[in-house]
């Protein structure tokens, strides 16, 4: 086990305002709620927790939108409670209004109205509750919780340019912290065992390489071969993580995956003109994180099967509790697992969906991760790689000798994974050097 990690525990796995890991996380652009949830300027305050902070989102009668701290600066009242006002109110102003004793805030977390103070009293001028700047965009309604002189450009995300009719977002609930997700997110070495059929992984494996039919599909490939090699290129965005396996025919068989600081990833796959996916997890609290799927085409409007399949809870999407974004399959139903399936070899977890399978898994590991109780091998290159270059930028940041986020040219975001059988001799950076940029014509240049 790396001593780094032992010692760098308490800083991983904190993210509250002021803790180290926190203060960097708050450096970026945050994935705060879906769009959905303030459609229009009369639309009620929204409760929001991220890093530990609790606050309402708002969108004020001319369309602002605004993350406020949640309580009250008099009596610390929930404004989740308020009234969300029009420049028509009896002060002529746009607002949300405390309904305890009326103190009413504007997007900037300004107090502008304190009717039970005297008419001639200044004290609310004196007022101001914390708020953070938002942005609606790729359906998504993004806030920056940093200092606002820093403040990057938005990240030029695919998903996040392209029409709606071509993406499917969903969001649930994940009791881990979000670098248990993440590490989950970027470790390809895990897609030979728990996504794939139980019949097709009993068959194959890495004595098998050779006694196999041809393989051809992407689940064969895994299969082939359970160890793959990494390697590991750091970027200007985050890292690019390459998974080598042999495929039977003696060639290699690469899987791509692109990890995008601090939180957002992309899966290697799909291909034949199907659509791409990603991940966005954003910590809600040191114990709890958001967890974003995303599913797109660059190109063309997503079809009705592929819209169904992602409603349908399928893939890296999952089934939820209706009106809630608790995960249908949960550790209080121990995700509905089959032992059926298990005992017959339909499936190594006996669990239903890509997605469920891996919250089951990164759930079952505890909340936060504890580096002393881990045996880490060859095959958690990317793992150790991420905590590194979380740790790096952490403790340079507080240091003050880091790169601040806000120089980043969000272009640099423009990115995509891969997935490629290549001849032994080639480059697997070279080679698919084109298949990893982000080409979207809906990207607008300056």
């Not at 005297?118 to 609310?124: E, L």
């Not at 290697?268 to 809600?284: F, R």
Request: contains cysteine.
């Amino acid at each position: 086990m790396p001593n780094d990690f032992i010692e760098a525990k308490e800083l991983l796995n904190h993210v509250g305002p002021g803790t180290p890991l926190g203060t960097l996380l708050r450096r970026y652009w945050i994935p705060a709620m879906p769009s959905s949830e303030l459609p229009d300027p009369w639309a009620a305050p929204v409760r929001v927790k991220l890093l530990g902070e609790p606050l309402v989102a708002y969108k004020d009668t001319t369309g602002r939108i605004a993350l406020l701290q949640e309580f009250c600066a008099h009596r610390r009242a929930s404004l989740f409670f308020g009234r969300n006002e029009s420049e028509q109110s009896p002060d002529g102003q746009c607002g949300l209004r405390c309904p305890y004793h009326g103190w009413k805030y504007d997007v900037t977390g300004q107090c502008i109205d304190m009717p039970n103070e005297p008419p001639t009293s200044r004290f609310k001028d004196h007022v101001q509750l914390t708020s953070y700047p938002a942005v609606d965009r790729g359906g998504i309604i993004w806030t920056y919780m940093g200092p606002a002189e820093q403040m990057p450009g938005l990240p030029e995300l695919e998903w996040s340019v392209v029409p709606d009719e071509q993406r499917y977002i969903s969001r649930r609930l994940e009791h881990v912290a979000f670098t248990q997700a993440v590490e989950g997110g970027i470790d390809s070495s895990h897609a030979s065992f728990l996504h794939a059929d139980g019949q097709l992984w009993s068959g194959y494996g890495p004595n098998n390489i050779g006694a196999t039919a041809r393989a051809s599909s992407e689940m064969n490939l895994m299969t082939a071969d359970t160890a793959p090699r990494f390697f590991i290129e750091p970027t200007e965005y985050g890292l690019l993580i390459g998974a080598r396996r042999n495929t039977p025919d003696s060639k290699y068989y690469w899987r791509i995956t692109q990890f995008v600081m601090p939180w957002y990833s992309f899966i290697p796959g799909g291909g034949g003109g199907g659509p791409i996916s990603g991940h966005a997890w954003v910590p809600i609290d040191d114990n709890t994180s958001w967890t974003w799927s995303m599913t797109y085409h660059p190109d063309r409007a997503l079809t009705k099967k592929e819209r169904e399949s992602c409603e349908g809870g399928h893939g890296i999407h999952v089934r939820l509790l209706p009106g809630t974004e608790l995960p249908a399959q949960n550790a209080g139903n121990d995700y509905e697992v089959d032992r059926l399936m298990q005992k017959h070899m339909l499936s190594l977890s006996g669990i239903d969906g890509v997605g469920a399978q891996d919250q089951a898994m990164q759930e079952s590991m505890g909340a936060q991760f504890d580096p002393g109780q881990e045996q880490l091998g060859s095959s958690d290159s990317a793992i150790i790689a991420f905590r590194r270059r979380l740790i790096a930028e952490t403790r340079a940041l507080a240091a003050g000798t880091a790169e601040d986020p806000s120089s980043l040219d969000p272009r640099v975001h423009r990115v995509r994974s891969a997935a490629v059988v290549l001849t032994q001799s080639e480059s697997w950076i070279e080679a698919t050097s084109e298949q990893r940029k982000a080409v979207s014509r809906h990207y607008v240049e300056v």
